[in-house]
């Protein structure tokens, strides 16, 4: 992550919610609009090439899409504002904090540094996220997203909502469903924020699973759980619909503490108990028992090596039964590749510098001259005043990276995340892998055009109001053109278990 510890408690979640209006996630596939499905970046051509190519994903990875819109580099004369001092000061900081990080990476490696790193936020409560924060509006954005895509692609295919009657003008579902309820695995679940997304699903949860190898996070999910229950499963005073009737009954959860990407999640007893197929290797999956697995702004550690990210996909394919989803959000791997391209041509020697100069040497580039002596080589890196994504070594001119796992960056969010190092998920890699383990693309949205097709949904739209997301009435945006680049920064996804 990121994800900005993008986390809401109960009472930030989607309250009414008219669940005719959303077809079951299976339905809406064969009624699909080409825009909805097909987003622009994700260029269809490029996917049926890859889909009808030899199962190598490693040879299939995809010339990343250009990005449609360059967005502005930071104003001129900005920096001159900060003084020498506090400039060597900021440098002097982030190299402690990149020492004291590669001292951790060092003697325990990446994941147990990243462990720490979440076992250390803070769980500041509701109110600080909701007023004092300076990426409130951020946080809610995510959440919102995170929210849509469980409710598009949560429910089963044979589930079909409760009959609405309208009554004065709001619409009741008639009383508790028949049907089964989900069972739900949620990877990398952290301090259990997607609870009270999970208890506003159109389709009852029955058993919530919460994975998370950082013990503390997950002790803080337990305790979310837990005012849940004390408070009867709904938010603060107000059901499912938020019409005064009684929210649904609160599903079972159980929480482990538990690394999903390092080693097989069939070690749980109750993961077993709900089904998971462990045989073989890729496409002999016959399945496992949970409807949907949710890995929220977390896959992205699984690239550290490709025998990680094929243990995370075991792991999914293994718990998933046919028919299952597995939904989620990991940072754009077409926007990493454009601003890596962007940063190297910027880098580059000018045709003009090739010139030998008046002394015989060849000129260097602008970037090179400004650099002192002793200083580093400049290293890809972007951002704005919240978010900061900084490649720590080279990075291939043309963007895409090779071999695509183990490509590290380091990710800073303002409040959240604290350079935290990430892998880069290139999208066509991943998307090959996903399909050697039965898991075939349903969705793959960016951020911004998420919000772009579901911010006037008749049942989305409301909800991104009562979560803070824009004013009531359609009112404005209350997400910062910063916080909306902060999170254009990833993508959306769902898979079907084929
Ligand atoms: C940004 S947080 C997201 C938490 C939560 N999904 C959300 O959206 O609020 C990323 C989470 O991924 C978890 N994570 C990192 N490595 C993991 C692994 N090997 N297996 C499972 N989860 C992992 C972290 O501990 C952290 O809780």
């Not at 995510?142 to 469980?150: C, Q």
Request: hydrophobic content about 30%; glycine content about 10%; some cysteine.
């Amino acid at each position: 992550m990121a994800g900005a510890d993008a986390t809401s408690p109960v009472e930030d979640q989607p309250q009414p919610f008219n669940a005719t209006k959303l077809e079951p996630a299976k339905k809406r596939k064969r009624s699909r609009s080409p825009s909805a499905s097909n987003p622009k970046r994700h260029d269809a051509r490029s996917d049926s090439k890859q889909s009808n190519s030899p199962s190598n994903p490693l040879k299939r990875q995809r010339t990343p899409s250009p990005q449609p819109q360059v967005r502005k580099q930071k104003r001129p004369g900005q920096r001159a504002r900060i003084t020498d001092a506090e400039q060597e000061h900021i440098r002097q900081k982030k190299l402690e904090r990149e020492k004291e990080l590669e001292a951790v990476v060092a003697k325990q490696g990446i994941h147990d540094a990243v462990r720490q790193h979440y076992n250390a936020v803070p769980e500041r409560g509701r109110d600080w996220r909701k007023t004092d924060s300076r990426i409130k509006g951020l946080r809610s954005f995510n959440n919102w997203v995170k929210s849509t895509i469980i409710q598009k692609f949560s429910p089963n295919e044979d589930f079909t909502p409760p009959a609405p009657q309208e009554r004065g003008g709001m619409i009741f579902a008639e009383g508790p469903s028949e049907i089964k309820g989900l069972l739900v695995l949620d990877i990398g679940c952290g301090k259990g924020g997607d609870l009270g997304k999970w208890q506003q699903a159109p389709q009852n949860v029955e058993l919530y699973v919460g994975l998370d190898p950082a013990d503390v996070s997950i002790d803080q999910a337990k305790e979310r759980y837990r005012q849940m229950s004390s408070r009867g499963g709904g938010g603060r005073g107000r059901g499912r619909g938020g019409h005064n009737r009684p929210p649904p009954r609160l599903f079972q959860a159980e929480f482990y503490t538990q690394d999903c990407f390092g080693e097989s999640i069939d070690r749980i007893p109750l993961v077993r108990d709900v089904g998971f197929d462990s045989a073989g290797g890729p496409s002999r999956f016959g399945g496992g028992g949970f409807d949907v697995v949710s890995m929220m702004f977390c896959m992205h550690y699984a690239f550290e090596s490709e025998e990680k990210a094929r243990m995370m996909l075991k792991n999914v394919a293994g718990s998933l039964k046919k028919g299952g989803r597995l939904i989620g959000c990991i940072p754009n791997s077409d926007v990493i590749s454009e601003k890596v391209r962007e940063f190297n041509a910027r880098i580059a020697p000018k045709p003009e510098d090739e010139k030998s100069g008046e002394d015989g040497e060849k000129a260097e580039s602008k970037e090179v001259i400004e650099r002192e002596e002793g200083e580093a080589e400049p290293t890809a890196e972007w951002g704005n005043g919240i978010y900061r994504v900084r490649f720590p070594g080279k990075t291939p001119e043309d963007g895409i990276f090779r071999p695509p796992f183990g490509q590290k960056y380091n990710y800073f969010l303002h409040e959240a995340v604290e350079e935290v190092p990430e892998y880069v998920v290139p999208w066509g890699v991943f998307r090959s892998l996903a399909e050697d383990y039965n898991l075939e693309l349903q969705y793959h949205k960016s951020f911004d055009e998420v919000w772009k097709t579901e911010n006037d949904d008749d049942v989305l739209g409301p909800l991104s109001e009562r979560m803070g997301v824009r004013e009531r009435g359609r009112g404005p945006l209350l997400v910062s053109d910063e916080e909306m680049e902060a999170a254009s920064f990833y993508v959306a996804f769902c898979f079907y278990k084929v």
